[in-house]
């Protein structure tokens, strides 16, 4: 059993910057490949970024990259969101996710077994 707690979000001006923390309990957090992903009302959650344990392979999707970097600390059982360069469209509750291993379709929803609560993220233009 893995318990994810998302932190970090809030109001912020377009242009500025927030880091998401996510932080799991469980022993066996270093073996879980981690995502981030974010919801609007009304639609479906989407796939932002992942990262597998080791930390050597790292997704994002088209929206995000080059301005949204996922990292993760298994000392700390913590991963990270930094997001920069933030657009109004950024603006969602995000989510982490835990999925027992590295898939190929990293960015499904239904590969990830365990979600935090979700902390709002707002950027105003």
């Known amino acids: 059993q893995v318990q994810l707690v998302e932190s970090g979000g809030g109001l912020v001006q377009a242009g500025g910057s927030l880091r998401l923390t996510c932080a799991a309990s469980?022993?066996?957090?270093?073996?879980?490949?981690m995502g981030w992903f974010r919801q609007t009302p009304g639609k479906e959650r989407e796939f932002v970024a992942a990262?597998?344990?080791?930390?050597?392979?790292?997704h994002y999707a088209d929206s995000v990259k080059g301005r949204f970097t996922i990292s993760r600390d298994n000392a700390k059982n913590t991963v990270y969101l930094q997001m920069d360069s933030l657009k109004p469209e950024d603006t969602a509750v995000y989510y982490c996710?835990?999925?027992?291993?590295?898939?190929?379709?990293?960015?499904?929803?239904?590969?990830?077994?365990?979600w935090g609560q979700g902390t709002q993220v707002t950027v105003s233009s």
């Open positions: 996710g835990a999925a027992m291993r590295w898939y190929s379709d990293y960015e499904r929803p239904n590969k990830y077994i365990y």
């Open positions: 469980g022993r066996t957090f270093s073996s879980y490949a």
């Open positions: 990262i597998n344990w080791s930390s050597d392979n790292t």
